[in-house]
């Protein structure tokens, strides 16, 4: 009795060392297919892998792999805007030569301001539209290609957290009126449809106010903004002649003789109105005068004389 009791307990010992072998065996079984999988496909050039802090996988990163840190530059929106003084001898020529050097990097003349009357004193401004990828290069052929470069101002404006935002606005804008007009569809007594219609009218001007100003900045964005200010170089001196012989004083003559006749023409444009004025006036007063000598000429000069027996009769007789 004793003897099978105790083969009894080695039985159940060994079976349930035999269990606790086999638990353990496929533990590490498990283990180490884990550790294989998420070691698999890592090769010797790529960076240390590991676990972070929460217990997630540090992805490897390869030598040749590009990493970007933020939004890319290249994603940026920017306003550009330049001033360019240039100082050229002809004016009147250079307007065109600026006009088609800005044709050649795709650019557009977009306002002008250019007075031309004096070429001793010409110059203005010229407002041109250029791809920004191509302003550079239109700046750089100014000079000296059309004269000499005084001046240059340049403004760069990134505009990308305005424009990111206009965009999620415009989004939300647009979903808000999505849903109005469902409640529209939706209504059901008068008193419905006029507050939502007063509710969709709003929301539609917002929408469109929010598109225009995105519109705006999207212009200013994919075209710099390039004024170019042109002058001339300086007053041209008047060429001289020592020329004194007859010929020369005939001109002189002339051109005094003409210079007569312009103060002459000048003088009677000015003085016109008032002659007529003065004409006017004349026809007015000359019947005025003639009637005025007549009845003068008709009134008695002297006093009527009195009779003979008034004047010897006494008084009181």
């Given at each position: ?11 159940t ?21 884990s ?15 590991g ?61 002008s ?20 990828d ?27 957290l ?68 042109l ?32 103060g ?7 003085t ?11 026809l ?32 009181g007789?």
């Open positions: 009795m004793t003897r099978m009791r105790t083969a009894r307990r080695l039985g010992v060994t079976f349930a060392g035999l269990m606790v072998l086999a638990t353990t065996a496929c533990s590490g079984d498990e283990d180490s297919a550790s294989a999988t998420v070691l698999e496909g890592v090769t010797d050039g790529d960076a240390t892998v676990e972070g802090l929460g217990g997630g996988t540090v992805p490897a990163v390869a030598p040749g792999d590009d990493v970007t840190v933020g939004p890319p530059i290249d994603d940026r929106k920017l306003v550009i805007t330049v001033t360019v003084g240039v100082e050229v001898d002809d004016v009147a020529a250079a307007v065109n030569r600026v006009i088609a050097l800005a044709r050649t990097h795709g650019g557009e003349l977009s306002a301001s250019v007075d031309l009357s004096d070429p001793r004193f010409a110059g203005g401004d010229m407002v041109f539209r250029i791809p920004p191509e302003t550079e290069a239109f700046i750089s052929g100014l000079d000296p290609g059309i004269g000499r470069r005084t001046t240059l101002q340049t403004d760069t404006k990134d505009v990308t305005q424009i990111t935002d206009l965009d999620s606005r415009i989004e939300n804008a647009s979903a808000s009126l999505d849903r109005v007009r469902a409640l529209l569809a939706q209504a059901k007594n008068i008193g419905e449809v006029i507050s939502l219609e007063s509710e969709l009218t709003q929301r539609e001007n917002t929408l469109e106010e929010l598109i225009a100003q995105k519109t705006y900045l999207d212009q200013q964005v994919a075209m710099s903004t390039v004024t170019v200010r002058s001339a170089t300086g007053d041209e001196p008047e060429p001289t002649t020592n020329d004194t012989g007859i010929g020369h004083a005939f001109r002189s003559g002339w051109n005094g003789f003409t210079g007569f006749l312009g002459i023409a000048k003088l009677v444009g000015y016109l109105p008032f002659l007529v004025l003065l004409v006017v006036a004349g007015i007063a000359l019947p005025i005068s003639r009637r005025v000598r007549r009845n003068r000429s008709i009134a008695p000069l002297h006093p009527p004389v009195p009779a003979e027996d008034q004047r010897t009769s006494a008084p007789s």
